[in-house]
């Protein structure tokens, strides 16, 4: 009989490195479906060609590490897949189909591999591979398409709404000046429509159709964005797994809120505390950055001290970027800000150590 | 009113108990084997000096090794019988030393025992007694008891804790010995009280074992000693000292010092119950209860074995293996280690073998920096920095920073790690380069 013999502990959780990954994977896949059901089958073109970039990126990468003697692949722990998964999440369903394997190639290849695998890197690699399109190609990645779920547009508004968001048709309304309007009345106004049922819960909750609308994922956005709901859904499983905890989304989600709330007013001209949350919080990818990006663990800070640091910065840049800025790259961009600072909030925010309440006196 | 249930607040972990292979098997005596091996190692601190040569007979309780420095403790012989040979063996913790190996004399006549009334001695011959008779902790770190009991100077035991925690998985040796032998356990309890002259006494129990509490709380009202009997929640490693002091006592134990610095002393039930073998029946400690257990034991058992009892000979007791284990640990899964064969014997700290397949096996990926191993560590150290720092040879870094020695490498971090990074054996590793390059 041969005997194992290795260092204590003999005993290990059922936690791994790809159960993680695969679970974050089911986690997104409501979202995603839903994604595809209201956008249509290009939109499981692209996720499908975005995974697919990505995995094959990785695998490619893998044979030049296995040349060099370097680790064995690492498809199998599922991270390569979930930034595939989630580059293709946020993409329009409209983008080229090359649009999509650019930024998985680039998330894995330049994000990732270039500073040494998995666990290396200090940018989220998805986001990267995002903002990263995103600047190269910016009109083409501007260009959204209607949730089948709502009703068609008519006339005019084809063009001014169509390929908009509703976010960045808000801002340009009120760039161009429209004030003293909230920015659920400037959707109104413009034609943007709603689902019924939208109209009829808005009118028990007393909140505008639009927030209802963004909430369960009739809107336009990204393949993933869309439904604030299922990615909430999703969220909560991932915490209830304990894969992620609480801290930084709900301080990322409830500091914009806020801050939001104070201050957006005094952009229509209203003073202060009377901005429009709702609207605000459901759309333009807050909750998938917030739940399944700004939570990455690599490039997230390791105490949940830190992760609420990190959370509050995401909120306050995000709100800073989306009000005093005019890219729709909010949340991504406030989230690589922090990814940025993820390595300074964990050397200085560490935990209280045991046994060492008070300054121990040597004994004399 | 104190609290119903307390627990300590700072990490710890929840791996599956696994208790129940062998928490309702009363304890049974291992016939005397043919052979045992005796190692004058038994102890923390320097080896016994042994007292007989290869060819001498000993009879069952003589002493055949005795301490050689302040930190050391007599061995005895647990058979009548006579020594085949003085060789070098190798233990489970990878030690090796100087070992009997006792041929035992089937022929042999029982050795009776005394029957002293401990309350007659005083508080020096008791402490006398204790480290005559070999006595030491037999919660595994098998600390020599007599120096652990020597209150020095200037300091007070306010509190006497008993660990009856026993927060490991599977093991069940200690919870049979509170619910099989808690009169004789309570009477240890009170002497080791007397020796110290503790204020409190507290015994910690965590939940899953809730028939002890209640059996030992009748006992001691029996009794009339004023005892308390505290039951824990349950989370590992609530048996460790610091642990349990913050739990029972809402006491930290400062960096580096130990319990006695804050005014208490803790002892496991099991060595309690040793006391008072030694203390009223002048029986030293060459015996012990052993939890043989894991799913791979055919019948798992809790064993009264002699000291030096190889584990295989144990083993068949059980009735051999269900299956072939993949590791035979020695104590508990989280802290014990993995014994290299089936010849290696028992030791006074070994308060299991457990038999066991490797389980939860994933690939070992780059660290994900996930920060499970933070929150899961009892001390408030980072073991993901740790880890980082000593495999880059940054061993000053993991030491000054980072707290390296504060690490008392109980495999919270390393249980809950996804990455599968073996962090314990890099902390051991990285304590030893640290103790090198100083
Ligand atoms: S082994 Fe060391 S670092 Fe890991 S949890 Fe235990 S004390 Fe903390
Ligand atoms: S638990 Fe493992 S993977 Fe997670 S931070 Fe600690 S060392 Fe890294």
Redesign the pocket.
């Known amino acids: 009989m041969r005997l194992k013999i290795s260092s204590s502990p003999h005993f290990h959780s059922k936690n791994s490195t790809s159960s993680i990954m695969w679970n974050v994977s089911l986690a997104l896949a409501p979202a995603a479906i839903w994604g595809v059901y209201v956008f249509g089958l290009r939109a499981l073109l692209i996720l499908v060609v975005s995974i697919a970039a990505s995995v094959v990126t990785e695998y490619l990468l893998g044979l030049i590490d296995g040349e060099r003697g370097l680790k064995q692949s690492t498809l199998s722990d599922g991270s390569a897949f979930l930034t595939g998964l989630l580059v293709g999440m946020n993409m329009s369903p409209l983008v080229p189909v090359l649009i999509p394997i650019i930024a998985s190639a680039f998330a894995i290849g330049i994000v990732k591999w270039i500073f040494g695998g998995l666990g290396q890197n200090w940018m989220n690699p998805a986001l990267g591979g995002r903002v990263f399109v995103f600047f190269s190609f910016t009109s083409l990645m501007s260009n959204y398409q209607m949730p089948k779920t709502l009703p068609a547009l008519t006339g005019a508004s084809v063009d001014a709404i169509g390929s908009a968001t509703p976010l960045s048709y808000v801002k340009t309304s009120i760039t161009n000046g429209l004030l003293n309007q909230s920015p659920s009345a400037i959707m109104t106004n413009g034609g943007y429509p709603t689902t019924d049922f939208a109209q009829n819960l808005a009118q028990t909750l007393h909140i505008s159709p639009y927030a209802v609308d963004a909430f369960f994922g009739n809107i336009g956005g990204c393949i993933g964005e869309v439904s604030a709901f299922l990615l909430l859904v999703g969220g909560i499983y991932l915490c209830v797994k304990k894969i992620i905890s609480w801290h930084i989304p709900v301080t990322f989600i409830g500091f914009f809120a806020l801050l939001t709330w104070m201050f957006s007013g005094y952009r229509s001209g209203f003073g202060f505390a009377s901005g429009e949350v709702l609207g605000q919080v459901f759309s333009g990818g807050l909750f998938l950055g917030a739940i399944f990006m700004a939570t990455d663990m690599v490039t997230s800070p390791i105490t949940k001290k830190g992760q609420v640091i990190f959370g509050l910065g995401c909120g306050f840049w995000t709100f800073l970027f989306r009000y005093f800025g005019s890219l729709p790259e909010a949340v991504s961009l406030a989230i690589i800000l922090m990814n940025i600072l993820t390595p300074t909030i964990d050397r200085y925010v560490v935990p209280k150590k045991f046994g060492y309440i008070k300054p121990v006196k040597e004994a004399n | 009113m104190p609290k119903d249930v307390l627990t300590f607040k700072r ?1 710890g972990v929840h791996p599956e108990d696994r208790k129940f292979l062998s928490n309702k098997k009363a304890i049974e005596f291992l016939p005397v084997p043919k052979e045992v091996v005796v190692s004058l190692s038994q102890h923390l601190g320097a080896p016994a000096k042994a007292l007989k040569a290869k060819g001498d007979s000993v009879v069952r309780g003589e002493k055949i090794g005795t301490a050689s420095s302040f930190i050391s403790a007599e061995v005895h012989s647990p058979v009548t019988g006579t020594i085949k040979a003085i060789q070098k063996v190798t233990l489970a913790n990878s030690v090796k030393c100087d070992a009997y190996v006792i041929e035992t004399d089937p022929t042999a006549e029982e050795v009776k025992w005394d029957d002293i009334d401990w309350r007659t001695k005083s508080k020096e011959e008791l402490l006398n007694t204790i480290k005559d008779l070999g006595i030491v902790g037999m919660g595994g770190a098998t600390f020599p008891a007599h120096v652990k009991f020597s209150i020095t100077k200037g300091k007070v035991a306010e509190y006497l804790v008993i660990n009856g925690v026993e927060c490991e998985p599977y093991l069940t040796s200690d919870h049979r010995t509170m619910l099989e032998r808690a009169e004789g356990a309570i009477e240890g309890v009170m002497i080791i009280a007397k020796v110290i002259e503790a204020k409190k006494i507290i015994v910690g129990i965590e939940k899953n074992k809730m028939d002890a509490v209640k059996h030992l709380r009748d006992v001691i009202k029996a009794k009339g000693y004023p005892i308390t009997v505290q039951p824990l929640k349950m989370k590992y ?1 609530q048996g460790d000292e610091k642990q349990l002091l913050k739990a029972t006592t809402g006491r930290e134990i400062p960096s580096g010092k130990l319990p006695l610095d804050i005014g208490a002393v803790v002892s496991n039930i099991g060595t309690c119950f040793a006391v008072y073998e030694a203390c009223t029946k002048n029986k030293p400690l060459m015996e012990r209860v052993v939890c043989v257990t894991g799913e791979c034991i055919k019948e798992p058992k809790n064993i009264v074995a002699p000291i030096g009892t190889k584990i295989g000979e144990l083993i068949d007791f059980c009735g051999g293996f269900k299956e072939e284990p993949d590791k035979i640990v020695s104590g508990g899964p989280m802290m014990g280690f993995a014994f290299y064969d089936l010849d290696t014997p028992i030791q006074k700290g070994t308060s299991g073998v457990i038999s066991i397949k490797v389980e939860n096996e994933a690939p070992q990926t780059s660290c994900i920096s996930c920060g499970k ?1 933070v929150s ?4 408030g ?1 980072m ?1 993901t920095m ?1 880890y980082k720092n000593i495999s880059n040879g940054r061993y000053d870094v993991a030491l000054n920073k980072y707290s390296l020695m ?9 249980f809950v790690c996804p990455a599968h990074i073996p ?2 054996h890099t ?1 051991k590793y990285g304590k030893k380069m640290a103790r090198r390059k100083k």
């Open positions: 990490g490693p191993c899961a560590c009892p001390i150290l073991p740790m504060d690490c008392k490498e109980c495999g919270s971090c390393a962090l314990v902390f």
